[in-house]
C-alpha cells in the first residue's frame, strides 16, 4: 500500500481529475484524501489529518498529503477545488 498511497499518487491522481471539483477540508469521509484514498481501491472508514483507516487498519497519512488537501494553513473556507489543491501541491515541488 505505501507505493500507491503517498503525496506523489495524489498529484498524480488530481491532474486527472475535474479541476473545479469540490471538496470539504474537514469531511473525514469524503475528503479529499479520502477520496483519493478510495479510487487506489482501499476500503476507507475515516481520513483524519495524520492517519487513515482502511481495511480495518490504521495507517499513517504520507507526509504533505494533509497539506496539500488544506492548502497549507487555509483550514478555511472549508470548500476548496482540486485545481486549488494541485496549484499548492505544485508549490511544494510536486
Known amino acids: 500500500m505505501e507505493?500507491?498511497?503517498?503525496?506523489?499518487?495524489?498529484v498524480n491522481w488530481l491532474e486527472k481529475q475535474p479541476q473545479d471539483t469540490t471538496y470539504i477540508y474537514d469531511q473525514g469521509c469524503d475528503c479529499l484524501n479520502a477520496r483519493y484514498l478510495r479510487a487506489m481501491g482501499l476500503d476507507i472508514y475515516l481520513v483524519g489529518?495524520?492517519?487513515?483507516?482502511?481495511?480495518r487498519q490504521d495507517h499513517e497519512?504520507?507526509?504533505?498529503?494533509?497539506?496539500i488537501a488544506r492548502l497549507g494553513?487555509?483550514?478555511?473556507?472549508?470548500?476548496?477545488?482540486?485545481?486549488?489543491?494541485?496549484?499548492?501541491?505544485?508549490?511544494?515541488?510536486?
Do not use: C, E, H, W
Not at 489529518?49 to 481495511?55: G, I, K, L, N, Y
Not at 497519512?61 to 497539506?67: G, K, Q, S, T, V
Open 73 to 94: 494553513d487555509n483550514y478555511y473556507p472549508s470548500d476548496k477545488t482540486y485545481g486549488q489543491a494541485l496549484a499548492y501541491a505544485r508549490t511544494l515541488g510536486y
Open 61 to 67: 497519512l504520507p507526509p504533505d498529503m494533509d497539506l
Open 3 to 10: 507505493q500507491i498511497v503517498s503525496a506523489k499518487g495524489l
Open 49 to 55: 489529518s495524520m492517519s487513515f483507516r482502511a481495511d
